[in-house]
């Protein structure tokens, strides 16, 4: 359900998509682009693409650096989400994420449910936070980053829905983390 408050301004954020997969180029990476597309159909800029090998140490490499970028926001991947060895995209995010966002995967789940009954348990859709940064892990298929995005993200990415949404938090993401090591 869209609540969008039009008297609010619309404040664009900075996304970078990582898809994660093993055989996967930019041209064959349909899921990719349609996040892509619709991320700046949204108005939000995309800050970079990249395509990881499903590797969790490679995955958690890529996503620390895109934390300790000043010009990424949020990070969305998809792809290795699922349950066989090789999805490992969730474990990765565990090495970097200081906070879960627990109700994104319910949320995504739920709402996936409706479209592919029961076999939405496979999905380990995940989101947190570090470092300042959203991340959001959806699974690889187009289908499911259009149902990521259009039911959810492209919601709660925007300013002005109401009665709250992860822009307006974004300042105060990084309360609490320690600037320095020494003490005064």
Known sequence: M??????RPFLPVRIAV??????????????????????????????????????????AAQLGAWI????????????????TGRDVTPEAFERVMEKRIEGFGELFRMLSYQKIGTSTIQSRAVAGVAGGT???????STGAVKEGWDDILVF?????????????????????????THHD
């Open 2 to 7: 869209s609540r969008i408050d039009t008297n």
């Open 18 to 59: 990582m898809t994660v997969s093993d055989s996967r180029t930019l041209e064959t990476d349909t899921s990719g682009a349609a996040l892509v597309a619709r991320i700046e159909g949204a108005g939000h800029s995309v800050a970079a693409r990249t395509i990881v090998s499903d590797d969790a140490d490679l995955i």
């Open 68 to 83: 300790a970028d000043p010009l990424v926001d949020v990070v969305i991947t998809n792809g290795g989400t699922g349950v």
């Open 134 to 140: 959203y991340l959001f892990a959806l699974p690889g």
């Open 156 to 180: 709660q990415l925007d300013s002005r829905h109401r009665p709250c949404n992860f822009v307006e938090l974004m300042p105060r993401l990084r309360e609490g983390l320690k600037e320095s």
